[in-house]
């Protein structure tokens, strides 16, 4: 069974950074999924801001709004993968959550693309 686990949230001001990690837990290396990010913030619809396909794809993509501020990548090593998130703002402030699909080269922004979720770390930005 797969288990994702999120971390690095918390509260930063405003045009600070932050790494945001998900950690994958299975018998399988996190390589073998595509992993995307996700975020909800109160009263909001959850959106996706950026995934990573399975190695071998390699795709990334990034949702326009956070096109530039945010960096998305993968540690085979440590079976995490990180969200770099640059020059926060306010509108930033949201749970943030991965999920994971098996075994697909591309990667989706669309939530119901995905089998399996994070519980959430939230990220409170402020002054």
């Known amino acids: 069974q797969l288990q994702l686990v999120e971390s690095g949230g918390g509260l930063v001001q405003p045009g600070g950074s932050l790494r945001l990690s998900c950690a994958v837990a299975?018998?399988?290396?996190?390589?073998?999924?595509?992993i995307g990010w996700f975020r909800q913030a109160p009263g909001a619809e959850r959106e996706g801001v950026s995934c990573?396909?399975?190695?071998?794809?390699?795709?990334?993509v990034y949702a326009n709004s956070v096109k530039g501020r945010f960096t998305i990548s993968r540690d085979n090593a440590r079976n995490t993968v990180y969200l770099q998130i640059d020059r926060v703002t306010p509108e930033d402030t949201a749970i943030y959550y991965c999920?994971?699909?098996?075994?697909?080269?591309?990667?989706?922004?669309?939530?119901?693309?995905?089998?399996?979720w994070g519980q959430g770390t939230q990220v409170t930005v402020s002054s």
């Open positions: 999920a994971a699909r098996p075994r697909q080269t591309a990667c989706s922004l669309t939530k119901t693309w995905y089998a399996y």
């Open positions: 990573v396909g399975s190695s071998g794809g390699g795709v990334t």
């Open positions: 299975s018998g399988l290396t996190v390589d073998y999924y595509s």
